[in-house]
């Protein structure tokens, strides 16, 4: 926690007046209603944000993701419906993964004139042009969409035991749709039921596999691409 001016006061963690209390050091706190603790809240963050730029440490960064959290739950919006806000925001828009940097219309260099029809992507994409392959205890129907649509990729799964490796993909996210059955998907060591109608979203980065008797859609985004895919260990079903 930085150091601030005697006479002055700040939005601070739950834990912070008992360490400085444990210390021997004396401060005093008021418990402030949720919409007074917003405003103190987001001055707080402008102060967070302004230390990780001069700094640039991870702790802040941290400390900026509890902030963001804990407005969002005072303007009423759980952390899990932030996060799928997140992902539909990426899936519609992409993430920030290729680093582009965008310019005003007036700095961009003018396209060259063509006299030639413009390339159309495919629009649909029908069963008898997938790919059916078996993985790791899944039989999947996969539609090569990535020439067409880099920033999301789709695939029909039926399994009647589960994914049999646990894995991680370092940049896309999995949103999973159960169209029958149910299953168990153990995320990060965790354990989240799940049945037809549910959808399972695995953020990228994390390590899971899933157990179950299933029929489902999985859709990855941006689309899925092998090399970012790293295989964690063989699960016994």
């Not at 007074?36 to 960064?61: G, I, M, R």
């Not at 739950?73 to 993964?97: H, I, P, V």
């Not at 990729?153 to 894995?167: K, M, P, V």
Request: net charge negative; charged share 35%.
């Amino acid at each position: 926690m930085k150091p601030f001016t005697k006479g002055t006061s700040k939005a601070v963690r739950d834990k912070i007046p008992e360490i400085i209390r444990n210390s021997g050091r004396k401060c005093t706190v008021k418990e402030l209603s949720d919409p007074e603790f917003l405003t103190e809240l987001e001055n707080k963050l402008e102060e967070e944000l302004a230390e990780y730029l001069k700094d640039k440490e991870l702790e802040e960064l941290a400390d900026l993701l509890e902030i963001v959290y804990r407005i969002s739950e005072l303007r009423g919006t759980s952390k899990e419906d932030l996060e799928a806000l997140r992902l539909q925001k990426k899936l519609e828009n992409g993430g920030f993964e290729k680093n582009f940097l965008l310019f005003g219309q007036d700095k961009c260099p003018a396209a060259e004139p063509s006299d030639a029809p413009e390339k159309l992507s495919s629009i649909v994409f029908r069963p008898k042009d997938s790919e059916i392959i078996e993985k790791h205890g899944v039989c999947m129907r996969v539609y090569t969409t990535q020439e067409d649509c880099s920033n999301a990729a789709i695939l029909y799964q039926e399994t009647d035991t589960g994914h049999a490796e646990e894995f991680v993909h370092e940049k896309s996210d999995f949103l999973y749709y159960i169209i029958e059955g149910s299953g168990t998907w153990v995320i990060e060591d965790r354990e989240f039921e799940a049945r037809a109608g549910d959808v399972v979203v695995v953020p990228s980065g994390k390590k899971f596999w899933f157990r179950g008797n299933l029929k489902q859609v999985c859709i990855t985004a941006p689309a899925w691409e092998e090399r970012f895919e790293r295989h964690i260990r063989d699960i016994e079903l």
